[in-house]
């Protein structure tokens, strides 16, 4: 009817003015491709989407999605948080090991106490420093050529929670495809490798790039907490005595009331530090030894693809290969994977139909076996007129077969 071809032409026209009609065309004109226009779920996790192309300029030009004010709650989130941490090693060193053990006569155990608390108030200074500033890891732009290469022979699902082993998924936000395991970080304002969450203690999102600093923040943050507490806590309970007048004969000289109050306020964010980083401790720690993520541990379609059967290799996946480097905040000196393709326990087989050696196939290479990219056949339509062939299955009455997808498996890698 009239209304219906006018609905059409606006619908048509809304396309054009965004853009993406071009793109839209392409895919129609594949073979074989199921069509799905940007920002249309799917009706089968397994349907087949045409990767759309970034374009170069959105890997310098990503916004973000939250607001003004959000932004600076995070800011001053991060802010407390490092305020807390410097008070803690400024106080513990200036009033505790200065002031306190000298006057209830415990200077023997300034020294020893000095090395224990500082070394590990260090590394987790500077884990907080390294998540924070590192950047935790947006998709290359090796990826977006890699897309652009392969073309419709790239399997790319929609984003949904669940599990989706060597599948790239399609960011609505950004409208490109991303790489497994990758998901869009909606404060950030960009897609994030191997994303776990937004952590607002450091103002950044914690994923592939940082996610081992955070683990050392939250590792050695807690310990740090606990040496504070556990070393101090005899004094702590003398000076609360001394404050509301319960005099002792260990004490050797006076304290002054300020200091006596500083001490306090540093034992009590010692205890809130604990309270806060214990818990995260507690989830984080399994999740790196079962090489998942804050948001694949709600997946349940399927066991966990990624688990490589042993604690050490699911955490060398996080810090690198076992070395020195795993307990200092630098980042890993022989590090497992790109961020792009991961190892799974079922992995598929190279293009020898035999195990993938990662030192042999790097990059592209390994891209495409990891993620089976289909060797695309040429369209009946594209090929080059012969007569002769024509006119010879015209008399004969035959018509060549088309290809089964088994023949995939001697072309390259097979589909599963």
Known sequence: SRWNISALVGYLSSF????????????????????????????????????????????????????????????????VTLGIFIYEGTAYNLMFLSRVLPAVGKADYIPFFFLLFNTIWAMALIAYVRAYA????????????????????????PSTARWAPGKATYCRKCSIPRPERAHHCNVSGFCVLRMDHYC???????????YKF????????????????????????LVLGKI???????WQANLQITDMIAFVMFEGLAIFLSALLVPMLFTHIPLACNNTTA????????????????????????????????????KPFEPKGDGVSFPRWDEPLGFDDRPIDEEMLQGEQLW?????????????????????????????????????????ANMGCGMN
């Open 134 to 157: 590192t950047q935790p890891g947006k998709v290359p732009l090796s990826w977006h050529e890699f897309v652009k290469d392969v073309g419709p022979a790239l399997p790319v699902v």
């Open 244 to 250: 509301f007048g319960l005099d002792s004969d260990m």
């Open 295 to 330: 948001i694949e541990a709600n997946y349940t379609n399927i066991e966990n693809p990624y688990h490589l059967g042993s604690r050490l290799a699911n955490l060398e996946q996080v810090f690198g290969t076992f070395g020195p480097d795993w307990f200092f905040p630098v």
């Open 16 to 79: 054009v003015a965004r853009g993406r009609w071009a793109q839209v065309a392409r895919m129609s004109t594949q073979g074989g491709t199921a069509l799905m226009l940007p920002g249309t779920p799917s009706r089968t996790e397994v349907e087949q989407v045409r990767p759309l192309v970034a374009e170069e300029s959105k890997d310098e030009t990503w916004d973000c999605d939250i607001t003004t004010s959000s932004s600076l709650f995070f800011q001053m989130t991060m802010s």
């Open 368 to 408: 495409r076996v990891r993620y089976q990219v289909r060797n695309a056949r040429p369209n009946p339509q594209e090929q080059e007129f012969d007569p002769l062939r024509t006119l010879t299955h015209w008399f004969t009455g035959f018509d060549e077969e088309p290809i089964s997808p088994g023949h995939n």
């Open 200 to 210: 607002p203690w450091i103002n950044n999102c914690v994923g592939l790039g940082n």
């Open 214 to 237: 955070f683990l050392q923040l939250v590792m050695y943050g807690s310990i740090c907490a606990f040496i504070g507490i556990l070393t101090s806590l005899p004094e702590f309970f």
